[in-house]
T-cell receptor, first 112, second 110 residues
């Protein structure tokens, strides 16, 4: 079993829809939770990070963490065609020295 | 703002050759990670360095080695290259809660 499982997609929604991307994890040592966006052939771009249960908002993006269920989500409101990309959840331990483990990614397509 | 710099951006090597990939982390970041990403796959952790010491090791083949130098830049050395080594290689640097990735080196082994 992988340490991080991510809903594989692909996901195709119309412009303006609310998107929900989800990951589960099994390692209780994970304390930092990150979401990256990756366009084709580019490096992953950090979107948001959080380290506590609850919600964190940044513009149209909301990251949600439920440590008791070992479940994290990223919500995108008012989705735009430019949001079309692969979204990767990532997790790490508390220390800067901890490795970062990625989910398998969800390919998202926003239809105009 | 300074970002993670990787060089070269593209590299073509023949089987059994050696390749060296370089990574220049964001200034004052204390951790460097190396990842390998095959087509349609998520990034696979190879190795990391914290304050110039190896801090963790993932699924890195014995043919690969890496080090971090006194100026914090890191190099990934890959020997006896195989066709299956063709992939995007990403470096990331981290300080505290934020980890940023470079644009990657696309290695093609022919």
């Amino acid at each position: 079993q992988k340490e991080v499982e991510q809903d594989p997609g692909p996901l195709s929604v119309p412009e303006g829809a609310i998107v929900s991307l989800n990951c589960t994890y099994s390692n209780s040592a994970f304390q930092y939770f990150m979401w990256y966006r990756q366009y084709s052939r580019k490096g992953p771009e950090l979107l948001m990070y959080t380290y506590s249960s609850g919600n964190k908002e940044d513009g149209r993006f909301t990251a949600q963490v439920d440590k008791s269920s070992k479940y994290i989500s990223l919500f995108i409101r008012d989705s735009q065609p430019s949001d079309s990309a692969t979204y990767l959840c990532a997790m790490s331990g508390y220390s800067s020295a901890s490795k970062i483990i990625f989910g398998s990614g969800t390919r998202l397509s926003i239809r105009p | 703002a300074a970002g993670v710099i990787q060089s070269p951006r593209h590299l073509i090597k023949e089987k059994r050759e050696t390749a060296t990939l370089k990574c220049y982390p964001i200034p004052r970041h204390d951790t460097v990670y190396w990842y390998q990403q095959g087509p349609g796959q998520d990034p696979q952790f190879l190795i990391s360095f914290y304050e110039k010491m190896q801090s963790d090791k993932g699924s890195i083949p014995d043919r690969f080695s890496a080090q971090q130098f006194s100026d914090y830049h890191s190099e990934l050395n890959m020997s006896s290259l195989e066709l299956g080594d063709s992939a995007l290689y990403f470096c990331a640097s981290r300080k505290g809660t934020e980890a940023f990735f470079g644009q990657g080196t696309r290695l093609t082994v022919v």
